[in-house]
């Protein structure tokens, strides 16, 4: 039995879509989004029963990219199954304590479906200067700030006194709707981050990583987590972000996928497309799913690349031609689905 099994994973996999508004890049005119826009899409996802949608995070990034909490709130009137959450949200550029605030109002809108996704970030300096945040500081913000979190939403009267954050008898209220606040699930590959993650975090978000370096994370966390005595309550959370382009052949969606992920990151993404990503066929991206199930991941979300305009049509053809050949992965449907 390998370590990664110690851990109380998930029954069945879930699936979910990420990101909400996104313009076509590159692009010149003013990018007007509208409520529809976004009520089509969380309706659409909702339709065509995936299990969440999320929503990632920066402050200044090389393309338009609005708030995630804010975004959610907005979608959660769309749809009363899906799960929303961030992937992820990056917690060292803020203070923790309006934080608190918001993320425990989201966990009342959402009537108690919302997963926080924390990280780090860090590819990207610039938005840790203007927000005047050492990024040298941004892994122990994050561990101190998960504690004020934690602590805020029990809607007692808390103190605390760390490195970044003092503050003496406050009381925030409403407490969040579910005891203990919304599942903490954080990003991070280093080895650093994945001992975060056994020992303050309630789940593990991954991108750009393969099968076989998933199912090493996992068994990391869970060597880290047993050396700390960690029991996981509320289960563990294991999460992965997967590039995907659905297409006629391997070939097609490989380009399709490198034009746009090329223009977001502001790099050839080429090569990273063909380790990383889900392409091909619905087969071919099925199969992908099932190496990362297999691995440990439970929720898959999935992030459609591609020409904008097209998302819409890949998030149901994902549904009518892929999900069917993982039905046996995820279970029967759950009630109200």
Known sequence: MTATMDLPLDDRLQLGVQTIHRRTEPATAPWLPT?????ELVGLVDRCFYDSMWVGDHVAFT????????????????SR??????GVYLLPLRHPTPVAKQVATLDHLTEGRFIFGVGVGGEFPKEYEACGVPIGERGARLSESVAVLRALWTGEPVSHAGRFFTFEGVRMLPPTRRPGGPPIWAGGRTDAALRRVA????GW???VVTPEMFRDGLAKIATAAAEAGRVFERGFGTSHLLFTRIDDSYEKALDAA??????????????AAQRYCALGTPQQVAETVQRFHAAGARHIVLDFVGPYEERDRQIERFAA??????????GPRQPGA
């Open 35 to 39: 409520i529809d826009e976004m009520a």
């Open 81 to 86: 199954r899906l799960t929303f959450g961030t």
């Open 205 to 207: 978000m991954s991108y």
């Open 199 to 202: 020992r303050r975090l309630d």
């Open 63 to 78: 393309i338009a990219i609005f708030d995630p909490l804010l975004q959610l709130a907005q979608a959660a009137v769309v």
């Open 258 to 271: 490198t034009v746009s992920l090329s223009q977001r990151y502001a790099m050839d993404f080429r090569k």
């Open 321 to 330: 031609e892929a999900m069917p050949l993982l039905a046996d992965l995820r």
